[in-house]
């Protein structure tokens, strides 16, 4: 029952994060090109049949069979479509910078969408974490932190003039004191030691990331659980299975992934020993060797996320709130370009790429988590890595006509329809098969499929 739960909570979410996100990036090609009198003959969410709709002036707006996307039918907008060269409502009739503005309008709309909602979160939301006391989940050795003497385990009874500081005190103290020189108060084994520590000017100006200072607050209190392990990689080598419960990396305790990447750069890519407990029981350690990928020294596996912890809402100004809003489109937005990066590098491979049903799970676990953080958070991230995803220069994408207009700029002349009918044909094929691809790394990753892996 539990897994039909699971399987529904997370089809509904992902129908209607798609519906929002296709929906508002549509609207941006919709809008541009009703201002500059192109024709669009319609505006469909969903491929395939149409199956009700209503049509107003020249638009046929309509809901189609497969909701797996949506799409502005403009005249004149794909190649080889054979309307008239002189129509001057269809959209190749158009001047090319108009062209380039409708092509970019849809991804820009996806930017403002992230926008939009994570403004919206910080300014009428903002969960912060009520946790109390704060204790040190990790000390990075060589860290301001680690010179400042401060240790994994110590837990802060004074930091600054705050007595006992819960977590959110903490690190609003440390960003709010930056190149400033801090006293700070740690009980470690029932003994109270006075120490200071430095904030660094280099702090990041959202979110909780104390990483700059080396410090790494607990969060939560149950250890990592494995969700899913990348195929080829030191995890799986080393036999690390979904489900596993990591006790201890090297004889610490990590309750989070942050703190866990901090420690394998700081061991620079020397193995480390997993205390496993599986389905209860613990097993052998397993050894394993981080392998490094994009300057990174990483392991390969995926976390189940952890259990949130309690929070209560503190609004934030609306300055402050698009202040946030801009810091967390600017962290998420270049996730899919490292991705690709490393995937042409051979860092990473194509087998951690999700497609559909990644995403319908990922939604699910958002829509299903109690906070309103993790479901704007997935939502925004979501938009921005669409809008980013359409701009790639590739044809049928948004950024593949914006480069063919480009270079029939350079070229002052249009290129040859059959060129192009040609290139959009081999396109449409690789996007099959990279459609393919994901979907069978989707299926892979299946509970029901990952158990069954020796």
């Known amino acids: 029952m539990s897994n039909l739960h699971e399987i529904v909570v997370a089809t509904v979410a992902f129908f209607v994060l798609v519906g929002l996100m296709v929906v508002v990036h549509e609207l941006g090609h919709f809008i541009v090109a009703k201002l500059c009198k192109v024709r669009v ?38 190649p080889g479509e054979g309307e008239p060269v002189d129509d001057p409502a269809a959209f190749s009739s158009h001047p090319r910078w108009q062209r380039m503005l409708i092509s970019v309008a849809g991804p820009i709309s996806n930017f403002i969408l992230a926008f939009v909602l994570m403004m919206f979160y910080f300014a009428a939301i903002n969960e912060v974490p009520n946790i109390r006391p704060t204790t040190l989940e990790w000390v990075a050795p060589s860290s301001p932190a680690g010179q400042a003497g401060l240790l994994p385990g110590d ?18 103290l440390a960003k709010d004191s930056p190149n400033q020189t801090l006293p700070i108060d740690v009980n470690r084994n029932g003994q109270s030691i006075p120490l200071s ?43 690390l299975l979904p489900g596993d419960v990591i006790q201890t990396v090297d004889g610490h305790v990590f309750h989070t992934v942050d703190p866990m990447r901090n420690y394998l750069q700081a061991g620079k890519g ?69 991705t690709i990066k490393n995937i042409f590098a051979h860092k990473v491979s194509v087998k951690q790429l999700s497609g559909p049903i990644g995403i319908a799970r990922m939604a699910g676990q958002a829509a299903q988590m ?36 480009l270079i029939e700029s350079v070229l002052r002349h249009d290129i040859n329809m059959l060129i192009k009918e040609r290139i959009y044909q081999a396109a449409f094929v690789l996007i099959l098969v990279f459609f393919a691809v994901v979907m069978f790394n989707d299926v892979t990753k299946l509970p029901m499929f990952t158990h069954l892996k020796p």
């Not at 969903?46 to 039918?73: M, S, W």
């Not at 939560?220 to 080829?232: A, R």
């Not at 976390?303 to 912890?309: G, M």
């Open 41 to 78: 003959e319609a505006f469909s969410f969903g491929f395939g049949p149409r199956l009700i709709g209503f049509k107003y002036g020249e638009t046929d707006y309509k809901i189609c069979l497969l909701p797996l996307g949506g799409f502005v039918k403009m005249t004149g907008e794909n």
């Open 270 to 338: 020397n193995p480390v020993t997993l205390t496993i407990k599986r389905n209860g029981v613990l097993i052998p350690p397993l050894v394993v060797h981080p392998a490094l990928v994009d300057s990174q020294y990483q392991i390969g596996f995926a976390e189940v996320p952890p259990a949130d912890p309690p929070v209560y809402d503190k609004p934030l100004p609306l300055t402050a709130a698009m202040a946030e809003s801009v810091d967390f489109c600017r962290v998420n937005s270049t996730l899919i370009v490292r």
């Open 197 to 239: 520590l430095s904030i660094p000017g280099s702090l990041a100006t959202g979110g909780y990331d104390l990483s700059s200072t080396g410090l790494y607050l607990q969060i939560v209190q149950d250890p990592l659980k494995v969700d899913q392990v990348v195929s080829g990689t030191p995890a799986e080598k080393a036999g």
């Open 155 to 172: 837990v802060v009874t004074r930091f600054g003039n705050i007595a006992n500081p819960d977590f959110e005190s903490f690190v609003d």
């Open 370 to 405: 109690d906070d309103w953080s993790s479901k704007f958070g997935f939502a925004a991230a979501i938009s921005l890595n669409l809008g980013i995803l359409n701009l790639l220069p590739f044809p049928i994408l948004d950024g593949g006509m914006i480069l063919f207009l």
